[in-house]
């Protein structure tokens, strides 16, 4: 999946992505290791999509918080 099109993902979207990337890589790794993974370069692919969509999260995790600690400041500038 291109980095655009994960960028797009809402927080809740990138989660169940990223559950389904984990499993992707648990399956890929046993295949890796009893040498029926036609492909290895499936594994780091999927290994770095991970890493990708992890930090998307973090971003929108730490964007949400930001707006969430402006908006209860400007809430307690106004009393």
Do not use: C, H, W
């Amino acid at each position: 999946m291109e980095l655009d099109e994960l960028r797009q993902m809402n927080a809740a979207d990138l989660r169940i992505k990223e559950r389904e990337t984990r499993e992707d890589i648990f399956r890929l790794r046993l295949k890796l290791r009893t040498n029926q993974l036609d492909k290895p370069a499936s594994y780091r692919r999927s290994r770095r999509e991970l890493a990708q969509i992890m930090t998307l999260l973090r971003q929108k995790t730490r964007e949400e918080a930001a707006s969430e600690g402006a908006t209860k400041v400007s809430d307690a500038a106004a009393d």
